[in-house]
């Protein structure tokens, strides 16, 4: 079966570094993917991994273990505004999304 | 540029109602997708559009439909709502389908069946 798991919610404090993980269990894989989505909107793209590593951009940066079907999104710097919830997508061999439930962050002041 | 764009916003539908999802894109992709998103579950694929004339089923198709009968356009019609079909929805659009392009989404119609 497909299993793509991430922590419910998470909080940090303003200013601080925040690792949100995502391990996952699909058919095939073809990338991760990582977006964010404030309440009530849209999601929009955060960052893409394929091969094992650290892929870094700007404040954001997220690792991936294809061996051990994990990754990670580092977020540095925290802002109030990074209040958010954050989802990880894997491609499976069908180039279809599946998505994680999404892990919401809480940033306090 | 708007990009895509959703209607209604939001709706409230009474069991056993026809309606119909609208979604735009101006960006010439190829692919798209109709996800829906309830709390707690990611976001799930409805149906998808590799090009447009074609259409395929995602992983909870049953209760909806589509079509593409152009590049911008792909409306979701749910023929006869049920309560379970209560939920956010979103239209979503990449260059290609067959590659790992990068998905963007619409702002979402919230619907809710009574």
């Known amino acids: 079966g497909q299993n793509i798991d991430q922590p419910t919610e998470m909080t940090a404090t303003e200013g601080a570094i925040v690792q949100i993980n995502c391990t996952y269990q699909t058919s095939g894989f073809n990338g991760l993917f990582w977006y964010q989505q404030h309440a009530g909107e849209a999601p929009t793209f955060l960052s893409y991994n394929v091969l094992d590593g650290l892929e870094e951009k700007g404040r954001f940066s997220s690792f991936l273990s294809r061996s051990k079907g994990y990754s990670y999104l580092l977020l540095k710097e925290l802002q109030m505004k990074d209040s958010a919830s954050y989802l990880c997508?894997?491609?499976?061999?069908?180039?279809?999304?599946?998505w994680g439930a999404g892990t919401k962050l809480i940033i306090k002041p | 540029i708007a990009g895509i764009t959703q209607a209604p916003t939001s709706q409230i539908l009474a069991a056993g109602r026809r309606m119909t999802l609208r979604c735009t894109q101006d960006m010439r992709h190829n692919a798209m997708y109709w996800y829906r998103q309830d709390l707690g579950l990611g976001l799930r694929l409805i149906h998808y559009?590799?090009?447009?004339?074609?259409?395929g089923k995602g992983e909870v198709p049953d209760g909806y439909s589509v079509s593409r009968a152009n590049t911008d356009d792909f409306p979701l019609t749910l023929a006869s709502a049920v309560p379970s079909q209560t939920s956010v929805y979103f239209c979503?659009?990449?260059?290609?389908?067959?590659?790992?392009?990068?998905?963007?989404f619409g702002p979402g119609t919230r619907l809710t069946v009574l």
């Open positions: 559009s590799n090009t447009a004339g074609t259409t």
């Open positions: 979503a659009s990449s260059v290609e389908d067959s590659s790992t392009d990068t998905q963007y």
């Open positions: 997508a894997i491609m499976d061999s069908n180039y279809q999304l599946i």
